[in-house]
């Protein structure tokens, strides 16, 4: 009986072994920042929808980590939502490896209020202090009379983690600063603009693909958030997301590459919360 | 071989018995291991009495003092809330009301512990949220007093269910001779009736507080998750559960972030362990009244 059942699954499990070697041969590895891996997992679902021979398995970890795999040669593309730095290239050359950056997509973080409060425009400066602490009233950033209520994104999110850097830090990972504790942590993008939109003391952030007429962005830096001013590179709270593969990729690697800039891979961006890079 | 078969019904029924024990076992082991580790990197009593919860700062700061307050406003909250509530519910259901409506209220109260927690959320976040901030003139209605309130409802049949218990066994004869001896039904009910039912109140008021202090979902929409100190209802506060659910996605595995998370997960079990057998005792007595009756 139970030899039997052991031929059975033997003779069944077979054309798994035959087609899965046949069909996809290596799986294209994809490795890094945990802000895109959910842009990766997007793309790699509509192309193997294009091309079902191709299997791509995206993971995260962190871009340096992400960096860490293309210099032990583990993975065929590190997804990076900053530059490579210095450091590394110098390690790549001294192993041989040949870094080539392909610019994906643009990520913008829109800083959100009612369309009710007054205030337009803010400095990096001011947010910081708004979202540590420091500025606890409009009225010191040009508003009215008014206790701000800070929305700030969970723990979770790859947005609170940049943002904590590159707005509450001001870009120094050595900054003391923090987001105040009486911040309002949402649980969602969603969650953020709810209370944005009933709240006219409230001033949250959020991906760009989430702004609607009921809220109002506040020009940073003199410079309003939209997918051209994001391209340009002029508004401050944006960075690149980009792909790190080692020399020129191999045919199926471009492929995926040629797939993530399409027309099609740039609505993908799009769709995800990011800012296409045309 | 009837013996043999009276012999594996026996021992399956024994293990399905003894199963839910093992599990308990296996995970308070599970978040033992875990937790632990914590605390060779992070002194324990900084851990449980430090003000500043900063996980995924350089260098980190797990300190869970504010979101057990956190924890507690809300649950207080909801129970001062919960508890009159379902006292007079409980005693209109089993001493006032006419049968018909009796069965009927009943099922409506079973009803509302079907209704999913995420719904609650849901309902506060668009609804109750707005309406606190109007009349407290709140800067954000994202508070204590909102998770307090849609954890009421959520504590609500619980209590309503183990009070009417209670009430429903207190001797007949209490009442009666309460009557005979004059008293209106009203003061038969809250001289003689509650007063005799109480041990199975507080056992209510116990399940309630465990049913509340594990809610996750609903609080994570609409108490704020800031981690203060609250003072009052009226600030948004971060409970234990939410900081588990909202940060367990993002935290390294292996990393201090992640054991401090198992280690909320140990200081959880012990509060709703400690509240469990708190419960087991008032019910107890409760029963041992009931048996008394026959």
Known sequence: ?278 | MKNLFEFIVEKAIFLSGAASIIFVVLIFIFLLKEGLALFGEVNFFAFLFGQNWYPISDPPQFGILPLIMGSVFVTFGAIVIAVPLGLAAAIYISEVAPHSIRGFLKSGIELLAAIPSIVLGFIGIIFLAPLLKNIFHLGSGLTALAGSIMLAFMALPTIVSIIEDAIVSVPRSYKEGALALGATHWQAIYRVTIPAAASGILAAVMLGIGRVVGETMAVLMITGNAAIMPTSLLQPVRTLTATVAAEMGEAVSGSSHYYSLFAIGIVLFIISFIINIFADIFLHRSKAMKRRKK
Not at chain 1, 105 to 120: C, E, L, M, R, S
Not at chain 1, 258 to 275: P, T, Y
């Open chain 1, 1 to 278: 009986m139970l030899k039997k059942v052991f031929s059975l699954f033997l003779v069944l499990s077979l054309p798994v072994f035959i087609f899965g070697c046949a069909g996809g041969g290596k799986a294209i590895q994809i490795k890094g920042s945990d802000t895109m891996v959910n842009l990766g997992q997007a793309w790699a679902e509509e192309f193997m929808k294009e091309y079902p021979a191709v299997p791509v398995a995206v993971t995260g970890g962190g871009s340096g980590t992400g960096i860490a795999a293309l210099l032990s040669n583990s993975t065929d593309i590190a997804q990076c939502s900053r530059q490579i730095e210095p450091k590394e290239i110098a390690l790549a050359k001294k192993k041989g490896i040949n870094p080539k950056e392909f610019h994906v997509a643009n990520d913008g973080i829109v800083v959100v209020v009612n369309p009710a409060n007054k205030v337009n425009k803010l400095s990096t400066r001011q947010l910081s202090d708004i979202f540590n602490g420091k500025i606890k009233n409009w009225k010191e950033v040009g508003g009215k009379n008014e206790d701000i209520v800070v929305l700030s994104r969970e723990r979770n999110s790859g947005t609170h983690v940049f943002f904590l850097e590159h707005v509450v830090k001001l870009g120094d990972k050595k900054s003391p600063n923090e987001f105040a504790p009486c911040v309002l942590m949402m649980p969602s993008s969603q969650a953020i603009v709810e209370e944005i939109n009933g709240n006219t003391a409230a001033i949250g952030y959020f991906g760009l693909g989430y702004l609607t007429n009921k809220q109002k962005a506040v020009a940073v830096n003199g410079v309003l958030p939209s997918v051209k001013t994001v391209t340009l590179g002029q508004y401050p709270i944006s960075r690149s997301l980009l792909f790190y593969t080692n020399d020129e990729p191999n045919e199926k690697v471009k492929s995926f590459i040629d797939f993530a800039m399409s027309k099609k891979g740039q609505e993908i961006v799009l769709k995800m919360d990011f800012v296409p890079i045309r």
